[in-house]
């Protein structure tokens, strides 16, 4: 629908345009009502906007059909990148058995969009009001925004129009600029940022969704998107592990959970705005869920005692097909089936898993059976659902308030302590310092873990007798640890990544950044089809950009590397497609 709507406004601006060449009225094209304009906000409507914007523009909304992402195949329109790369990654299931057609370029409109013509559009216009006032404040807190929504977008499409597109809105159709330009831009908002931050003499804004006007922690953040572009460049940039390493020095940048950079939603309203966490409003309806969890996540954390598992994922049976129960080709066909001799050459799981962790494989495209009611779904952490207690309930909507876990309240992770002691982690086992990298996996998973365990209460009807120990969540830590010092070479890495990307469950962007980054792991389940394409180390240029934009030229492929993916580039990489 959201597409037809585009398409209809379109075609209805081409109708406008005809009749103002004919008739003697002035019509001014120039404002969209979608969109906040100058006459009609202050600047501190303008920064709000900005911030919820900036959320969808990582997570999504939880507007339009859940199911078009099964019955079409790809990204359903509105989701948000993160969903993108935990498609990609295995955090979610994804349904298609090409990655060509799975991922097509009318699939990214809607952020594309939301970034140029919402996000930067509204930051263009509170600029001038904010210097001119000295709102230095509601100017760093834009600045942080666009520095993150410039890199996001390098990050999945390569060279993005900016200058020229954000600098000189009199241009209609901007050039592409070179992705480590725009980095550089970046990392020079956040100097910006950080100076505005500080200026005490600025009014602060009257809302500001993430840190609640505590300027120091905005610091904090602006140093740990840093930390994060130092890290995303290390491949190509000799000077980037210095870099990071004076930021981790300084000791100015998010440490602890208390201040973590996430966009919390509030929960229980479905009328607009929803302020319900995207995965929750598509997946906690009358009709059950509406996405599939990856079986090969699930199985991860089933097989190694995961302490999250319960937290991560509800399930609403307790047994599956083809497991406990006999198989059922009309609730899950594949039970009856016989796995792909890759799957089963490779030793990698299909179809179904026992205790009822009802998902699916990656690629798997068989549409959508009467199984919302059955299938497992979004839990607690971070998307808002409920705690798996062994409670076994349908979600479907019913007279018990306490049914529907946390009511989708939720969070959007975005910059958190575990995530740096990650690239900590990561920058140290890079450098061939295992010792040091083993002490920030520690750190990163202890973080990570608490994390999680503080969303149980979110839930007011949940048995929380059935949450992991503390016994519990050190004894998994210890393994961790244990089998990281006992690996050698790839398996190391796997080690790493596998609990890297298993932690990033909420944030695809950090997952698929990751992966492409290092290759690593290689025991990702691969793609249902034996031969489903180029893995895409770059998604297609949006369609409504290539055809409004003539200095846009779409992608040949998928195969096309951002500027910091130097990653040898063909069908060994990554090692599961």
């Given at each position: ?160 129009p900016y200058t020229e597109a954000v600098q000189a809105p009199e241009i209609l159709n901007p050039s592409l600029d070179d992705g480590a330009s725009v980095y550089d831009a970046a990392l020079a908002l ?196 409920r705690f798996d207690d062994n409670s076994f309930e349908a979600i479907a909507q019913n007279s018990n308030p306490n049914s529907f876990g946390a009511g989708g309240l939720g969070i959007t992770p975005i ?163």
């Open positions: 629908m959201k597409r037809l709507q585009t398409y209809f406004k379109l075609a209805f601006s081409s109708a406008l345009l005809v009749m103002a060449s004919c008739e003697t009225n002035e019509l001014d094209l120039t404002e969209d009502p979608n969109f906040l304009t100058p006459a009609q906000a202050s600047p501190d409507f303008f920064l709000n906007s900005i911030q919820e914007d900036f959320a969808r523009h990582i997570d999504g909304d939880a507007t339009g059909d859940p199911q078009d992402n099964f019955q079409t195949g790809g990204n359903v329109n509105g989701d948000g990148l993160s969903v993108l790369g935990m498609e990609l990654t295995r955090l979610q299931a994804y349904n298609s058995r090409d990655y060509q057609s799975g991922y097509q370029d009318i699939d990214t409109d809607d952020e594309w969009d939301n970034a140029y013509r919402g996000i930067l559009f509204d930051i263009r216009n509170l600029t001038p009001v904010a210097e001119e006032t000295g709102l230095t404040r509601h100017l760093g807190i834009s600045q942080f925004i666009e520095a993150y929504v410039m890199v996001s977008l390098v990050d999945f499409f390569g060279d993005v956040l100097d910006q940022a950080i100076v505005n931050f500080n200026n005490t003499a600025s009014t602060n804004p009257s809302t500001d969704y993430f840190y609640g006007n505590d300027y120091s922690k905005w610091t904090k953040a602006a140093n740990t998107l840093k930390l994060k572009i130092y890290n995303q460049r290390r491949l190509v940039d000799p000077s980037a592990m210095a870099s990071f390493n004076a930021i981790v020095a300084s000791g100015d940048y998010i440490q602890d959970n208390a201040d973590d950079l996430d966009w919390t939603w509030t929960g229980t309203s479905a009328s607009q705005p929803d302020t319900r966490h995207p995965r929750y409003g598509l997946n906690y309806a009358s009709a059950g869920a509406g996405d599939y969890n990856s079986n090969w996540l699930m199985n991860q954390m089933q097989t190694n005692d995961d302490p999250r598992i319960r937290y991560y994922f509800y399930r609403q049976s307790p047994t599956s097909p083809g497991q406990e129960d006999p198989p059922n080709e009309e609730v899950l066909r594949c039970s009856l089936q016989t796995p792909p001799a890759h799957y089963v050459s490779g030793g990698f799981t299909f179809c179904n898993l026992p205790n009822g962790y009802w998902g699916r494989d990656h690629g798997d495209d068989e549409g959508t059976p009467p199984d919302g009611l059955l299938r497992s779904t979004y839990g607690v952490y971070p998307a808002g659902g910059l958190n302590a575990y995530m740096v002691d990650f690239w900590i982690a990561e920058m140290a086992l890079a450098s061939g310092d295992t010792g040091a990298a083993a002490v920030a996996l520690e750190r990163a998973l202890n973080k990570q873990i608490t994390k999680v365990q503080s969303f149980g209460s979110n839930d007011p009807a949940a048995d929380l007798s059935f949450a992991p120990s503390a016994a519990d969540v050190n004894d998994f830590v210890a393994d961790v640890i244990a089998d990281f010092n006992a690996a050698t070479g790839d398996d190391k890495w796997n080690v790493f990544a596998e609990q890297f990307l298993v932690s990033h469950y909420g944030n695809g962007i950090e997952s698929y950044n990751f992966y492409r980054r290092t290759g690593f792991p290689t025991t990702l389940q691969p793609n249902r089809e034996p031969s489903p394409g180029a893995f895409p180390r770059s998604m297609f240029y949006p369609n409504q950009a290539v055809t409004a934009n003539p200095n846009i030229t779409q992608k040949s492929d998928h195969t096309v590397q951002v500027f910091w993916d130097n990653n040898p580039a063909g069908p060994s990489f990554p090692p599961a497609n």
